[in-house]
């Protein structure tokens, strides 16, 4: 490696040499944000992964998202920078639990949030994400809707569809659930003009005191849009680089001190570098369990269109 030129730059000529795009997650690290081809929230990048031409992708985020990326593009090569970035919720539902609630109930859909593990997506019917949940779900035909993992956005989803029944697992996210009804209601306390903008991974009590429930890019569009000036973001703090980025003269506050996600902050210019040289951590996934799961996701993309 030439150490005068930067990391940015050697980056940038990789690219050019091997017909790459980087695509990162809004909670990566915003000097990963910055170098990135495509910044978006998990269905966007769902969607780009699909839509680019070339060949290699890599992928800054956790590991669902890239093996989602390789699911929905088998011929492409996906690269992680650091495969232990991890999300936790993403192997909180059971393939076992799956076949039992369908075997217990007859006309079951079982509708898999995009963060899960490729063998869970496997085994369920359709993916969603948080800005097409709502969508999808109205869109089955089923009466009945097994949601997993995350029993926060499910109950949130359940809901907006009151014409079917739900059936909830116990997944959450351990980083939006730190944050509080009360804190909400402090941070207000000090800063009384903000409206608060949630995620749906929020505990139902943070949600209820929310003037906006949505995805990353959700809450992004929503703070960009509005004639308000300031805003309590129920996130991860890496989406205050696009915020700030987008709207320089509002004003957001965080919870707390804010939430973070350390798996997605393993990324690091300096990983997608090496990822970029070494081209050594591609994403490689069973050709059964690829079509099963990969068909889960393509029913979102069809049903979410
Ligand atoms: P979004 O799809 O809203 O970006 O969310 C992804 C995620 O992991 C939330 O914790
Ligand atoms: Fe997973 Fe939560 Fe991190 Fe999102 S914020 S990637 S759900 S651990």
Do not use: W
């Not at 890599?58 to 992680?80: P, R, T």
């Not at 004639?227 to 957001?252: A, H, M, V, W």
């Amino acid at each position: 490696q030439d150490r005068s030129i930067s990391i940015e730059e050697q980056i940038t000529a990789y690219k050019h040499q091997k017909d790459v795009v980087i695509l990162a997650h809004y909670y990566t690290d915003s000097s990963v944000q910055a170098l990135a081809d495509y910044v978006g929230d998990s269905y966007y990048l769902s969607k780009i992964a699909v839509e680019v031409p070339n060949k290699i992708i890599v992928f800054c985020g956790v590991g669902f998202m890239g093996e989602s990326a390789k699911l929905l593009n088998s011929d492409k090569i996906v690269l992680m920078p650091d495969v232990e970035a991890d999300c936790p919720m993403a192997h909180m539902a059971s393939v076992e639990k799956i076949e039992a609630v369908r075997k217990a109930n007859e006309d079951v859909a079982v509708v898999c949030y995009i963060n899960s593990t490729a063998a869970i997506k496997a085994a369920s019917d359709v993916c969603v994400t948080s800005a097409n949940a709502v969508k999808v779900v109205r869109s089955l035909p089923n009466k009945t809707v097994y949601f997993i993992p995350d029993a926060n956005l499910g109950r949130f989803v359940a809901a907006q569809v009151p014409e079917k029944r739900f059936l909830f697992n116990d997944g959450y996210c351990h980083v939006h659930t730190t944050i509080t009804a009360e804190g909400v209601v402090r941070t207000k306390e000090k800063h009384p003009e903000s409206l608060v903008l949630a995620h749906p991974e929020c505990t139902p009590e943070v949600l209820a005191v929310a003037d906006y429930i949505g995805s990353t890019s959700g809450i992004i569009e929503y703070a960009t849009a509005s004639d308000q000036s300031s805003f309590i973001i129920c996130t991860e703090k890496g989406i205050l680089y696009k915020l700030k980025q987008d709207n320089p003269k509002k004003r957001f506050h965080f919870v707390d001190g804010g939430q973070v996600c350390h798996n997605m902050k393993r990324i690091t210019p300096q990983k997608v570098l090496k990822q970029l040289e070494q081209m050594d951590q591609a994403v490689e996934l069973d050709k059964a369990l690829s079509e099963r799961a990969g068909h889960a996701l393509d029913q979102m993309l069809l049903l979410a269109k």
